[in-house]
Nanobody, 120 residues
Framework: VQLQASGGGLVQPGGSLRLPCAAS????????MGWYRQAPGKQRELVAD???????NYADSVKGRFTISRDNAKNTVYLQMNSLKPEDTAVYYC???????????????WGQGTQVTVSS
């Protein structure tokens, strides 16, 4: 299983970034996908997840600002981040897993993280 996230960097408050994550062909078409983040000294947080059927959940902290999407033809999931705030600073991780009927998403495989820093 391979998950390759990219697109992180330094951005000013109010700016935007898009994080793509390329997944192995063998997993992308059958699995749900999710983005987590972890800031220094804080617990890891599920930011957004998307099922293979396109159902989406967001953390309250990013609703209205972040958009998760997937391109099945490219085996890629994206996290579009707009109106970024300093508190969005974290390492962002792409994952593949499963969303249960209860709505809870569980990551099974993790990619390497990509650092996002929001600062003026």
């Amino acid at each position: 299983v391979q998950l390759q996230a990219s697109g992180g960097g330094l951005v000013q408050p109010g700016g935007s970034l898009r994080l793509p994550c390329a997944a192995s062909t063998s997993i992308f078409s059958i699995n749900d996908m999710g983005w987590y983040r972890q800031a220094p000294g804080k617990q890891r947080e599920l930011v957004a997840d998307i099922t293979r059927g396109g159902s989406i959940n967001y953390a309250d902290s990013v609703k209205g600002r972040f958009t998760i999407s997937r391109d099945n033809a490219k085996n890629t999931v994206y996290l579009q981040m707009n109106s970024l705030k300093p508190e969005d600073t974290a390492v962002y991780y792409c994952t593949t897993g499963i969303r249960l009927d209860s709505g809870t998403y569980y990551a099974v495989y993790w990619g390497q993280g990509t650092q996002v820093t929001v600062s003026s």
